[in-house]
């Protein structure tokens, strides 16, 4: 990979040819496979990350208080070594509730399975401080597990305002999951607060159904100082079309004393509006499920119980005049006698922190595996210099080839634009 010509051209596709026919498991076999027949996926990354102690964002965003944050250039040190669209992918990580939810036959257990999944979804933004390269217009990423049994394709749709849609889909023809997200940034002095906007879609083909929800907001605390931490707030509801069955999850901010950090809350309705599950557990950890009248009967128990045993707490709100500190959690969820797990994160590696608190799976998500090249498609993430130069620890070839493709696009958006005038102008 020489120049960003080698990477982005929006007007072309590959080209007719042999190569097209060749599938992506035909690349993969061979001497990296393991006993089992599954590839050995990379478990690091070729470079750690570099340290961001001596960098100012605050010498960027001092002016930026309240705006919407896509249309301002951040230094390429403050990114992962991941596109967008690539970070849409991590969706997929946990696609094994997927297969679940398809498994079961009564509806209120699939939608149980389906919350479970779309609180998965955004698990893996735990810790995740970094922020993701802004596709350009017309950039893909393409993702085939056969081992998960699924293929996924995502493309920048548009460029201002930066819509991303993707599209996955069951090997065995057993889902599809697909969506648009248009993500609005802000700075507000001391944090970044994200709003995932766009709708997921599942459909469960064998089942006919159709479920929809919107992701959560997302909120990176002490920007200027401090230690960087996350939180996930608002309300989040599924609904499954076919049946009219309701998911209603409430993922709470960490509040004054922070005992709420990381916590998710809600319950399953029928149409009627009776409930018949409670949903409830960390986004960072796990999830369980429990009948809601088990549920209302250990909450008047342990209401009860604690009337007479309360204690002054301790003001530590995640309010200070210097920083917002990240207030202690507990790591683990108090479990309700009758309780469901319907599922738990997965671990991250033991060199998770030096490489951008990245998952197992966000590790392989770049990796440019033997003789795809000639497989992808030309604008495909994996093959971005400069995202590629940030994985290899070089942030000054890095920062070079991201300013150089965006020159381009901006060049590439000005004669369309010229073009269109001239048409318009013309007929």
């Not at 009758?338 to 590696?349: D, N, Q, V």
Request: aromatic share 8%; with cysteine.
């Amino acid at each position: 990979m020489n120049s960003e010509e080698e990477f982005y051209d929006a007007e072309t596709g590959l080209e007719s040819d042999d190569s097209c026919e060749v599938s992506f498991k035909d690349v993969t076999d061979g001497s990296d496979e393991q006993e089992n027949g599954v590839r050995r996926r990379r478990k690091t990354l070729p470079a750690e990350m570099i340290s961001r102690n001596n960098f100012s964002v605050w010498s960027i965003l001092k002016k930026c208080i309240g705006m919407e944050l896509s249309k301002i250039a951040m230094p390429v040190v403050f990114n992962e070594p991941l596109s967008f669209l690539q970070r849409i992918s991590e969706y997929m990580e946990h696609t094994h509730l997927i297969h679940k939810a398809c498994s079961l036959s009564d509806s209120i257990e699939r939608m149980q399975v389906v919350a479970a999944f779309a609180v998965s979804a955004v698990a893996s933004q735990w810790e995740r401080t970094g922020k993701p390269f802004n596709p350009l217009l017309g950039e893909t990423y393409e993702l085939t597990r056969e081992d998960e049994g699924y293929r996924l394709i995502s493309e920048q749709v548009s460029h201002h305002p930066p819509v991303s849609a993707f599209h996955a889909q069951s090997l065995k023809q057993e889902f599809e999951f697909h969506g648009s997200i248009y993500p609005k940034l802000k700075f507000w002095g001391k944090s970044v607060e994200a709003e995932p906007k766009g709708t997921m879609t599942l459909e469960l083909l064998k089942h006919k159904e159709v479920y929809t929800w919107t992701n959560p907001m997302c909120c990176v605390h002490n920007i200027i100082l401090g230690k960087l931490w996350i939180e996930q707030y608002g309300t989040v509801e599924i609904v499954n079309h076919s049946t009219r069955d309701k998911c209603v999850l409430n993922f709470k901010p960490c509040g004054m004393f922070g005992k709420e950090l990381h916590r998710v809350e809600g319950h399953i309705q029928d149409r009627s509006k009776k409930k018949h599950k409670v949903i409830y557990g960390k986004w960072t950890e796990c999830m369980y499920s429990v009948d809601a009248k088990v549920h209302e009967a250990y909450k008047k128990s342990e209401k009860k119980a604690g009337a007479d045993s309360k204690k002054p707490k301790q003001e530590h709100g995640c309010e200070s005049e210097e920083a917002d500190e990240m207030p202690e959690a507990q790591e683990t969820v108090t479990v309700i006698p009758g309780s469901a797990l319907l599922w738990r994160i997965t671990p991250r590696p033991a060199n998770s922190a030096q490489m951008y608190n990245f998952t197992s799976f966000a590790m392989t998500l770049n990796e440019l595996e033997p003789d795809m090249e000639r497989l992808l498609a030309p604008t495909d993430c994996r093959l971005r210099p400069d995202i590629r130069a940030m994985e290899n620890g070089d942030m000054d070839l890095s920062s070079t080839e991201k300013e150089r493709l965006e020159d381009k696009q901006r060049a590439s958006r000005r004669e369309r634009s010229e073009e269109e005038e001239e048409w318009s102008t013309r007929y």
